[in-house]
């Protein structure tokens, strides 16, 4: 990681206590921004993902909000800012799953994943472009998935939340544009985390024969890809789909 360029940054990252938000708060960090760390339900992870920013010379604050609130998030946001003056780098990461057969899918599964990662996407760039418009200056990077570009049996309600960040994400990039905002989507294939740990073994084997350079994702690559939209290195990109996936879709 480059270490410095994203030196001076307010970074806020949403489900950074664990998985792939915890990599990414700790690669922002690596690259010298100030971050907060969101988490819903695992405070004491995401105490631990501060406590090893800061151990490593960095600066950063855990906070507490369901991102599917809009006023738990506005109010997240404006502490952030009173707490660290600006807010550069948005990273809406927060997400669930509620798998099943569309036939047999509960209302409830369907509208806690749209409320969580599509809803939840929203609040961000919502609260987040009112301080990003007044400093005319922002990167602002949604976490959707492949499977919201190609659709996936057993995961309606997760494909239509990740293919409509995808809608959301170049809808804002237009708005936000002449404003010194950039938005983009980082759609990951399979990243080992929590949230694939539970898929069954021979599903998992059947999807890696599918991804060209023949492993899974690691919650680093994706916080690569991160850290690049939010460096001046991605300045001239916005409204993109920049898929993280081994080659698994394309
Ligand atoms: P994970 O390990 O299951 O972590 C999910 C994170 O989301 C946790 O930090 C969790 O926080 C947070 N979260 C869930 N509901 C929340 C809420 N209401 N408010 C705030 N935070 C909430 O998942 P992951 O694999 O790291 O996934 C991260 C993102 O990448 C998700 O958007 C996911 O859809 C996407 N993605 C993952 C993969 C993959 O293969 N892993 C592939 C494509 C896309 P708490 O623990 O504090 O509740």
């Not at 690596?30 to 760390?37: C, L, Q």
Request: glycine letters at 12%; hydrophobic letters at 45%.
């Amino acid at each position: 990681m480059l270490t410095g360029i994203l030196e001076g940054k307010i970074a806020i990252v949403t489900g950074a206590g664990r998985g792939i938000g915890k990599a990414a708060a700790l690669s922002l960090a690596r690259a010298g921004a100030v971050v907060a760390v969101n988490y819903n339900h695992s405070a004491d992870q995401a105490q631990a993902v501060v406590n090893e920013i800061v151990n490593n010379g960095g600066r950063a604050k855990a906070w507490q909000c369901d991102v599917s609130s809009f006023d738990d998030c506005g109010a997240f946001f404006s502490d952030v800012i009173k707490e660290f003056g600006r807010l550069d780098i948005l990273v809406n990461n927060a997400g669930v799953t509620r798998d099943g057969l569309l036939m047999r899918m509960t209302e409830a599964d369907y509208d806690l994943v749209m409320d969580v990662n599509l809803k939840g996407t929203f609040h961000g760039i919502r609260h987040a472009a009112r301080q990003m418009v007044k400093q005319k200056y922002g990167r602002i990077i949604n976490i959707s998935s492949v499977v919201g570009i190609t659709g996936n049996g057993g995961q309606a309600n997760y494909a239509a939340s990740k293919a409509g960040i995808i809608g959301l994400t170049k809808s804002a990039a237009k708005e936000l544009g002449s404003r010194g905002i950039t938005v983009n989507t980082v759609a990951p294939g399979f990243i080992e985390t929590e949230m694939t740990a539970v898929l069954p073994e021979e599903q998992k084997s059947k999807l890696a024969s599918q991804i060209p350079l023949g492993r899974f994702g690691q919650p680093e690559d994706v916080a690569a890809a991160i850290v690049f939209l939010a460096s001046e290195y991605g300045a001239y990109i916005t409204g993109q789909v920049l898929q993280v996936d081994g080659g698994m879709v394309m």
